[in-house]
């Protein structure tokens, strides 16, 4: 969301009357910055209070390059990094995020183990729609559960724009809201919604509503939702002990503006996209951020775009008071209504270090302790709702590491302005840095000649000769000097001899000096992509689970089977979701429900292990190469029964599965397309000459599906290789007389049965299972097949949890996994 799409910063269509309201009621902030022109850095500045350079939020992959974390990057929020909620719990506070948190979306990084109690929402924007092959479309999570997809679930009409989501947002900060009211515990909500991030959606009350396109009925329905809340603390009678914050992580994305109604706007916004929305509620202690704080007495805050404003050329603005229906602040250069995002009068927009790209919208809400109607010219920064948070919670800062934000309480409550530099970083560069007045400038670029001769223009309309360049210009000897105040646009650089240049420069490097001699850059979390981490997720248990790694940590793939890089068994690792603590603390889940809900990734899964099966053990044909006797039928032949023919196998296809439990008799027949004859189909026997100039390994004949999430793919794959199915099944399951062994579970004990009659002494089976963990099950399934004296020629699974080493337990009988986990 850009600095010019709020009424009160003077968007000339007037169409955000709640939060215009909210910044009557409050104070409003000229001069407010982003920590960064990207969203994933700037998110990751304001919880840690800290430049991205600082903890870890950008790339050396290239000089002031943006980095960000789509999904298949690597890193992630850092451990080492102290998060506000984290800090907060120290307080009693509960915290929830509800949006986009975008700090990472493997198991290690997700916010619950980052001090946040609840989250609804996603790891990543809602790009797409994807394939769900080469790339999975984005996950939506409640909690440690996925609860859906962006496009599936929580679908957005890319053709009219209609999406739901800012409603489901709004509800949950609604409920958590009431809840923590009712239990009188102070609490912070980051509400981080994205309507405003291309693709732009808006649900369909919205939906035209708007002069300014599709943008504006995104900017109208957040505009909508934050009025929701602050309402709502006033009917709880608790808008006096909540802090409320909105601001956005980047200005508007003028890139965005031929698309989807020109939208430009950071991923959250007021209580919005990348406004964030929190709140706190404490007994003692205001709290706020994007959301709320809340608190007897001192409440916290909610936290959603961040704004600024121009002061004044000759000083510091002197605060002002703002009206009931305040007017435009600044009416020159503002656009017509226009179906896009505005950044105002300011420079280029996201991406980019000029105005354009950090100056946000910012409103502070405090009834009875910020007077209303104040506008500040405090330099601020998103990281400053870090600071200003633990101050309003009555917590100290941390002391073992470098601080960027400020206490914004003395700006807001008694007026006092803190003379202090805004560092404008892009990538691993400081770009530019903000103090006073001034701003100036060491490198400039938008963005690079290729990037630009494809139509990607980070500043459209807006050519500043020497500043707006397509090549990284260095000014770090005579840097590039704008007075902001006089030139919001910066346009018009100072002099370099003229005496306003040099007094600039005597202020500035001072500030540079001391900032870069305290600067010790963090660990670059945004260097490495590996699309093998685009797996699905329902997030992992914190500490890891007994069951395999952590949800969406990165599967291995058996020596014996293909490269983790074959895209089937990339699609099929990508339908498998975890579920830590179920069905007891400790153990994690590994359900397989979207592998059988996706035909394809099903289908992959069976032709990948009849593959491997085929290629090991080939077809027994006891023959001798010439003579050919008639074909008999086998009785009670399985549909689909054939016998395959010696020779390569067909091109392998490869899958994995998880844990379900189901009917054994709903997945029989899951192959739609599976070939080979029909039922009673004639199959060659000993003696047909089928080619071959060599014996090959005997075949099994049966395939031995193992109680209850065996049976998924035991018929399956027996009528894949056109043999038949065996179950074996916990006691008391099977009819006649049976034969059984006891064996330990990861998290129980149990006993498998089979029965009397199922194999004739001497025949060769093939074990089936969805995943090996201890191996307790398997071993008691081999012991089985050993009491009927039937030859156990392999053990096969889905997934295998090698920590665990349940193949050790198998002894000499040979095992297979399609996929591995640590």
């Known amino acids: 969301m850009g600095w010019g799409d709020l009424g009160v910063y003077g968007e000339p ?206 900017v109208r329905e957040i505009d909508h939702s934050v009025g929701t809340m602050l309402a709502l603390l006033r009917e709880l009678g608790a808008a006096n002990d909540t802090f409320v914050f909105f601001t956005s992580d980047n200005g508007a994305a003028l890139i965005s503006a031929p698309r989807q109604g020109r939208c430009g ?186 990037e630009f001769s494809r139509g990607v223009d980070f500043c459209p309309g807006q050519s500043v000769p020497g500043v707006t360049t397509h090549t990284q210009e260095q000014h770090t000897k005579l840097p590039l000097v704008f007075h902001l105040g006089r030139d919001p646009g910066e346009r018009f650089p100072l002099s370099l001899g003229g005496p306003e240049y040099q007094q600039a420069l005597r202020r500035v490097a001072p500030a540079v000096q001391r900032h870069l001699e305290t600067l010790t850059p963090g660990q670059p979390q945004l260097n490495v992509c590996d699309p093998a981490v685009m ?48 069905p007891i603390p400790g153990v994690l889940f590994r359900d397989i429900s979207p592998l059988l809900k996706d035909p394809d990734s099903f289908r992959a899964c069976i032709r990948l292990l009849a593959d491997h099966l085929k290629t090991t053990h080939g077809g027994k044909i006891d023959y001798i190469a010439g003579k050919c006797p008639a074909p008999r039928r086998l009785p009670g032949a399985l549909p689909g029964l054939r016998m395959l023919p010696a020779g390569p196998s067909r091109s392998p296809r490869w899958a994995a599965a998880g844990l379900l439990a189901v009917a054994t008799w709903l997945f029989p027949w899951a192959l739609p397309g599976a070939s080979g004859p029909g039922p009673g189909a004639a199959v060659p026997s000993a003696g047909t000459d089928l080619g071959c100039t060599a014996q090959l390994p005997p075949t099994p004949l049966s395939v031995a599906g193992l109680d209850s999430r065996g049976f998924l793919f035991g018929p399956s794959l027996a009528q894949e290789l056109g043999l038949g199915c065996l179950l074996i099944r916990k006691r008391g399951k099977l009819p006649g007389p049976t034969v059984s062994a006891s064996y330990a579970l990861e998290y129980g004990k149990a006993e498998l049965e089979i029965q009397r009659d199922a194999l004739e002494p001497g025949q060769k089976v093939v074990v089936v299972d969805d995943l090996l963990a201890t191996g307790g099950t398997m071993r008691a399934a081999c012991e089985l097949l050993g009491q009927l004296r039937a030859e156990v020629l392999e053990c096969v699974s889905l997934v295998e949890l090698t920590s665990l080493k349940g193949r050790e337990k198998l002894g000499t009988v040979p095992f297979f996994s399609l996929l591995q986990y640590e």
């Open 13 to 218: 269509s007037r169409e955000t009357p709640n939060l215009d309201q909210m910044a009557a009621e409050g104070m409003l902030f000229m001069n407010f910055y982003a920590a960064n022109p990207l969203c994933s850095p700037s998110r990751a500045a304001l919880l840690t209070g800290r430049l991205p350079i600082r903890n870890g939020f950008y790339t050396t992959n290239g000089h002031a390059r943006n980095g960000y974390t789509p999904q298949e990057v690597v890193g992630g929020i850092p451990d080492a990094e102290q998060l506000l909620p984290e800090l907060l719990k120290e307080a009693g506070y509960a915290s929830k995020i509800v949006g986009k948190w975008h700090l990472g979306h493997r198991p290690e990084f997700h916010p619950l183990k980052h001090g946040f109690d609840e989250w609804f929402g996603s790891p990543n924007c809602h790009f797409g729609p994807y394939d769900n092959k080469e790339r999975p479309n984005i996950p939506v999570y409640r909690d440690w559960e996925m609860v859906g997809r962006y496009y599936e679930e929580f679908p957005i009409d890319l053709r009219t724009g209609e999406g739901n989501l800012t409603q489901l947002y709004l509800q949950e900060g609604l409920d958590f809201i009431k809840r923590q009211h009712a239990a009188q515990r102070p609490f912070f909500l980051y509400w981080a919604v994205d309507a405003t991030h291309a693709p732009v959606y808006a649900s369909r009350r919205f939906l035209g509503s708007s002069r300014r396109g599709l943008y504006g009925d995104a």
């Open 265 to 450: 706007a950071p991923h959250h916004t007021a209580l919005s996209p990348h406004a964030t929305a929190e709140a706190a509620q404490a007994p003692r202690s205001p709290l706020g951020r994007a959301g709320r704080v809340r608190g007897p007495r001192r409440p916290g805050g909610v936290r959603a775009h961040l704004g600024a404003a121009v002061a004044p050329a000759g000083g510091p603005l002197p605060p002002q008071r703002l009206s009931p229906t305040p007017g435009p602040l600044l009416d020159a250069g503002l656009p017509a209504p226009s179906a896009g995002g505005s950044n105002g009068p300011f420079l280029c927009g996201k991406q980019t270090t000029f105005e354009g790209g950090v100056r946000e919208p910012a409103i502070a809400w405090w009834p009875g302790h910020i007077p209303a109607g104040q506008v500040s010219a405090q330099l601020g920064s998103t990281m400053d709702l870090f600071t200003t948070s633990l101050s309003l919670a009555g917590l100290p800062p941390p002391r073992d590491k470098e601080l960027d934000g400020l206490d914004l309480l003395p700006a807001m409550l008694r007026g006092q302005l803190a003379d202090r530099p805004i560092f404008h970083y892009r990538g691993n560069t400081l770009m530019a840095v903000t103090l006073g007045q001034y701003k100036a400038h060491f490198w400039t670029w938008t963005n690079s000649w290729e």
């Open 535 to 582: 797996t699905d997720r329902s997030e992992a248990k914190r500490s890891g689970g007994r069951r395999g790694a952590a949800l969406g940590s990165r599967p291995s793939a058996d020596p014996r089977g293909r490269d983790m890089a074959d895209p089937q068994l990339q699609l099929v690792a990508r339908r498998i979701r975890s579920f830590p603590d179920f």
